[in-house]
Every structure is written in structure tokens, then in C-alpha cells.
């Protein structure tokens, strides 16, 4: 669970350092990626966090 957590927090430091860039694509498509990325990290902590 501590690696999940810990991927978790990478992902959103990456996501906050890219947000402010509004006027840079390559930006706003490392963003889009990293909150699938997100997306399917929440699901696995959600899994094991009900056990």
C-alpha cells in the first residue's frame, strides 16, 4: 500500500509541476497522461484500502 501512496504523490508532483503551463501542449499532454496514470492508481489504492 506504502508504494502505492508513493507513486500516487509522484504523479501528482508531476501533474502540478506541468498545470501552470497553460500555453505549452507538450504540457497539457503530460498532464492528461499522468492523471490516467492517476486515474488507474486511485483504483488500485481503492482495492486494497477496502480489504
Do not use: F
Not at 502505492?4 to 501542449?25: P, W
Not at 498532464?31 to 482495492?47: F, H, M, P, S
Amino acid at each position: 500500500m506504502e508504494k502505492i501512496i508513493a507513486q500516487i504523490k509522484e504523479q501528482l508532483a508531476a501533474i502540478t509541476a506541468d498545470i501552470d503551463k497553460v500555453e505549452n501542449k507538450a504540457a497539457k499532454a503530460r498532464v492528461r497522461k499522468a492523471t490516467l496514470a492517476l486515474e488507474k492508481l486511485g483504483k488500485e489504492y481503492r482495492k486494497i484500502s477496502v480489504k
